[in-house]
């Protein structure tokens, strides 16, 4: 854990770095208000710990980590701060010569990877015009269809999405790429979204449209959460209906004993860190000796679906659930 004050900005960078037996350890740039840097260190932990596991169980030679810039309740940076505090961040980076690498994340985009790139050469995600993998989330839309097939297999017997239905919770930028690819696949869309202004665009393409609860709840073949976490608990699950869950969404159990809620329900889980690896194996394409390639970027994508069947064979095999089967075969990936 290194936390250093930024010169330039005043403001505190943080960076966690939980493991390197993979790899370098990667893991976005988060921009976000906290109460107090023990909350930010806290929340840099936790989710360098998650990027482990991820990176472990998609078999990727990465390890986990995360950058933090913290912003204190009610500071809005005007431009030259921001870019400031992006330097200052970069700097931060260099000094773990490595260990670290970073990407976007919430709070920050391609285009901020270019100005952190100024400070560090430890920077993933920069444009694709200047040689980088880009915006990752068309490829993490492709890992969760994949994922979406290989949990309709072992759902229905057949990974078809063909006149399955879907209930898509959260239009954004993932969200939305899901629901077209699933569209274009042959399935009948059902989609959500607490922004109302995607309900026409929504309802264009023949989608229908409904409320974030009912969504969650809806009697389909298949539920794909691509919103918040935590959607996932004690009051929800008795609730559900579908019997499938994958989806983008990180940390969509409030607590881990819900897989076992899950399972005791017979409703099919893809772990999230198993089905969202996408924009993570996309970055990683960026990283290998050869430079970024697209079409190896998708053809790694699609392995997600394979590491998901795997996940299932071994949940079955050992009569567990698919979220202790996945951290179980992360942790093999981790020895
Ligand atoms: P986004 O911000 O572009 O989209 C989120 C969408 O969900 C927005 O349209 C928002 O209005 C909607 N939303 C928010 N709260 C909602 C609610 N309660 N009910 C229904 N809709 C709600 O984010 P994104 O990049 O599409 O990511 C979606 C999820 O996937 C997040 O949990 C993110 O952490 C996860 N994820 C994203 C990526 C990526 O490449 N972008 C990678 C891995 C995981």
């Known amino acids: 854990m290194y936390v250093r004050r930024g ?4 403001l505190f960078t943080i960076v966690a770095v ?3 037996v993979r790899g370098p350890s990667l893991g976005g740039c988060r921009m976000w208000t906290y109460d107090d840097n023990r909350a930010a260190v806290r929340d840099a932990l936790r989710l360098s710990e998650g990027m482990t596991y991820k990176s472990a169980v998609a078999g990727l030679p990465l390890g986990g980590g995360k950058g933090v810039i913290v912003l204190r309740p009610g500071e809005e940076l005007d431009a030259r701060r921001r870019r400031a505090a992006l330097l200052d961040f970069g700097e931060t980076v260099e000094r773990l010569r490595g260990t670290y690498v970073t990407a976007e994340d919430v709070g920050t985009s391609t285009r901020d990877m270019t100005v ?3 400070t560090t050469g430890h920077v993933s995600g920069l444009s694709r015009r200047s040689g980088g993998s880009g915006d990752p989330s068309p490829f993490t839309a492709l890992g ?7 949990t309709l297999e072992r759902a229905f017997g057949d990974p078809s999405p063909r006149g399955r239905t879907v209930a898509v919770v959260g239009l954004g930028h993932v969200g939305l790429r899901v629901a077209k690819l699933l569209h274009r696949a042959g399935a009948e869309l059902l989609v959500a979204d607490i922004d109302r202004t995607k309900r026409a665009e929504a309802e264009a393409l023949g989608w229908r449209w409904t409320t974030p609860a009912k969504a969650m709840t809806a009697a389909v073949d298949v539920l794909v959460p691509c919103a918040l976490g935590g959607v996932l608990d004690h009051e929800s699950v008795p609730r559900l209906q579908a019997p499938a869950i994958a989806g983008a969404a990180n940390n969509q159990l409030a607590s881990a004993d819900v897989a076992d809620l899950l399972r005791e ?3 099919l889980w893809a772990p999230d860190f198993v089905a969202n690896a996408g924009g993570i194996v996309n970055i990683a394409v960026e990283l290998e ?3 970024y390639d697209p079409t190896r970027a998708k053809a790694r994508t699609a392995e997600i679906g394979d590491t998901l069947r795997r996940v299932y064979d071994d949940a079955a095999a050992a009569g567990t659930t698919p979220l202790a089967a996945a951290t179980a075969l992360a942790r093999r990936n981790l020895r």
């Open 144 to 150: 969760v269809v994949h994922a979406i097939e290989a």
């Open 116 to 118: 952190i790139a100024k």
């Open 265 to 267: 329900r017979e409703i």
């Open 289 to 291: 000796p050869g430079g």
């Open 7 to 10: 010169p330039r900005s005043g």
């Open 18 to 20: 939980h493991s390197t």
